[in-house]
Every structure is written in C-alpha cells, then in structure tokens.
T-cell receptor
C-alpha cells in the first residue's frame, strides 16, 4: 500500500516561470491537504480539497496560487510567475476522513521548490 | 483551535524514556490532542491522538491530565532515529468540511548517544 506520493522531489524554477507540484493520495483516501514550509519555519496550511471540490482555501495566497484535485489523477498545486519568496518545501497530506471520525493525516515526502 | 505551548528543545539519552510536555490551557471540550513529528527533510508523521483518556500505540503513549490543560508524549525507549521536531496540536475531531492542522514551532528533541 503505497504512501502519499509527491513529485517531483526537487524542482528548480527561474523567476516568472510556473511550478506544478503533484500529489497522489494514499489508496482509498479522498481528502488532500497542501502545506508549505518556508526555510526555518513551521508548516502552514494552504488548502484542503476533495475530489473535484475545494473545501477550504483559507491558507492560499490570493494571487498566483491555485490547486485542483480532479476526478481522475493526482492533485496539482500550481504556482504561476514564481518569485524567490516561493522557495519552500511543499507537503501534501491525505486522509480517509469519514464524517465524525478522524485519523492522523499521512504526509508525503514533499517537493522542495527553489526559485533562482 | 486552541493554542499550545511546547519547550523549543529537549535532550534525552538513547535508551531512556523521552517525555515531551505540551500545555493547552484553553482547550475546549470537543478538542483532541494530536502529536506529529518531523524528521529532518521529511514530511510530518502522525504519532498519536486522544481526547481524555490516556492512549498508547506502537510508537508512543499519550498522557492527558484530568483537567485536559496539558499532556505529555512519552517515547518509552528513545533511539537516535527519534531525533525530530515534535508538534502538539489541538483541534476538533475532523469530519466533513474540516480545515487543516495548525503547526506551531514544536519541540526539537535531540537523542544523545
């Protein structure tokens, strides 16, 4: 049973380019969360998605960032026109959460984005 | 979600029990205590969670005080691989349209050989 798969592990982009980060949740998990960890800081929640729906995007920057979780395929976190301040580790987590029952989230190994 | 307070760092000798405290004095009745850890350069790892009663699993034990204002995570026989940042998080049990976890700065636990 594969864990949460994120790719690429490392991504280098020049300022102004687009970054696409992919996350495949654990088998049977239909809830995906994206977090960002800036250097020397804690993880910050960005967005929570279910299949084809954004449930909570309260942590997403208002511009340049978007996320989707299509019916088929992985969840994508997209950053347009990247700037140096976007350099960070981006983690995806998934959960099988059923209403009224919670489990610990399973995190992927992250994508480390470096903007040069 | 209620705020938590943890010491920024702790040392523990290899083979001894590591006891990591967490204060959550404003916890409300429907909020659980969750513990995660993050080993350097890896994604966070769920450890354990509980509401009122003490909990134990293959990784750790969670002791919650009777008034629920604080808790302690216990790693019974710490190994060098337990060196990590440990996060104590308080939140309602999730279901439906729940938001994500709020990570603070955690405790950097260093296991000494």
């Amino acid at each position: 049973n594969a864990g949460v798969m994120q790719n690429p592990r490392h991504l280098v982009r020049r300022r102004g380019q687009e970054a696409r980060l992919r996350c495949s949740p654990m088998k049977g998990h239909s809830h995906v969360y994206w977090y960002r960890q800036l250097p020397e800081e804690g993880l910050k929640f960005m967005v929570y998605l279910q299949k084809e729906n954004i449930i909570d995007e309260s942590g997403m920057p208002k511009e340049r960032f978007s996320a989707e979780f299509p019916k088929e395929g992985p969840s994508i976190l997209r950053i347009q026109q990247v700037v140096r301040g976007d350099s960070a580790a981006y983690f995806c987590a998934s959960s099988p959460m059923d209403r009224g029952i919670s489990y610990g989230y399973t995190f992927g190994s992250g994508t480390r984005l470096t903007v040069v | 979600d209620a705020k938590t307070t943890q010491p920024p760092s702790m040392d523990c000798a290899e083979g001894r029990a590591a006891n990591l405290p967490c204060n959550h004095s404003t916890i409300s009745g429907n909020e659980y205590v969750y513990w995660y850890r993050q080993i350097h350069s890896q994604g966070p790892q769920y450890i354990i969670h509980g509401l009122k009663n003490n909990e134990t699993n293959e990784m750790a034990s969670l002791i919650i005080t009777e008034d629920r204002k604080s808790s302690t995570l216990i790693l019974p026989h710490a190994t060098l691989r337990d060196t990590a940042v440990y996060y104590c998080i308080v939140r309602v049990e999730s279901g439906g349209g729940a938001d994500g976890l709020t990570f603070g700065k955690g405790t950097h636990l260093i296991i000494q050989p």
